[in-house]
């Protein structure tokens, strides 16, 4: 798969499958460029997710981080969807390339500029609640009432206290530096069980050899736990279309899938080496792996 030019969809595509570390250099003229466009327009954001963790723990951009993660909250500082919508236009006006993400709890937007992805998540609040992907309950008071900091010569907001959002959000050892791969686990073990109503889609396990694997357990990151049939198909709730984790276990083998956009009335299927052949077909580094299901 192709990287694209940079600010493109096939540079934002690849991102969003492969997940290679930004450029740290340019990623921090991105954020800065991005808050400069946020502060004319007068939308209040805070750090979320790795870019917090990183500017908190390491007063810096983590190397293998993909992405600028960034939260604002609808109906807090005069947020509206027709704010955000207006703003997505200037970004465009700006040179991002911008793309609308599926979420339940949210209004995201990507934007692309340069090989770095900005992630912008306006949440929803749901009985003091916000959901940070992948359904982390994070308490909407971390972000309505964020605090500042100092980070590359400028001030920037983050949840307050920060030490405790991150353990919300990344565990107890979220101090410790783990890489792509190491910190997933992590996260999904926080996400919150829903009651998650709604339509299906059905998932079809394969094994090695092509055959499909029955009883194998599907388990939708805080949602529906579904089992395999003969035919290797598990029927699993959605609560629309989004972005979800998932992790698929069998006798032998266990996978997480950390970034998959499913859509309900669907069929996606997997194989035991999905990972290694969407692995092959990326153009130099990568992160964590997104799509990683093939829709039929």
Request: some cysteine.
């Amino acid at each position: 798969m192709e990287r694209g030019q940079g600010t493109d969809s096939n540079a934002m595509e690849y991102s969003l499958r492969y997940n290679p570390p930004v450029d740290t250099e340019t990623a921090a003229h991105r954020l800065v460029e991005v808050k400069d466009i946020f502060d004319q327009l007068g939308i209040t954001f805070v750090l979320s997710s790795g870019s917090c963790l990183g500017a908190v723990r390491d007063s810096a951009l983590i190397p293998w981080d993909d992405d600028i993660d960034l939260v604002s909250i609808i109906g807090e500082n005069g947020l509206s969807p027709e704010v955000i919508y207006a703003a997505i236009e200037v970004f465009r006006t700006q040179g991002f390339y911008v793309r609308r993400n599926p979420n339940w709890s949210a209004l995201s937007h990507s934007f692309m500029k340069d090989y770095v992805r900005i992630d912008w998540s306006c949440l929803y609040q749901f009985d003091g609640k916000v959901y940070s992907y992948p359904g982390v309950a994070v308490p909407s008071k971390f972000y309505v009432y964020p605090r500042y900091i100092e980070f590359l010569g400028l001030q920037f907001l983050v949840p307050d206290p920060p030490e405790d959002y991150l353990e919300l959000k990344y565990g107890p050892e979220w101090m410790i530096p783990k890489r792509p791969g190491q910190y997933e686990q992590d996260v999904i073990a926080n996400v919150e069980t829903l009651q998650v109503t709604g339509d299906t889609c059905v998932i079809r396990i394969m094994a090695a050899d092509g055959s499909p694997v029955g009883n194998a357990r599907v388990t939708l990151a805080g949602g529906s736990d579904a089992i395999t049939n003969e035919a290797g198909e598990a029927q699993v709730m959605l609560g629309g279309t989004s972005w979800y984790a998932l992790t698929i276990r069998y006798p032998g083998h266990e996978q997480a899938l950390y970034m998959e956009e499913l859509e309900p009335d669907t069929t996606y299927v997997y194989h035991a080496d999905s990972v290694s052949r969407q692995e092959l077909g990326a153009a130099g580094d990568i992160g964590t792996l997104g799509n990683v299901l093939i829709r039929e």
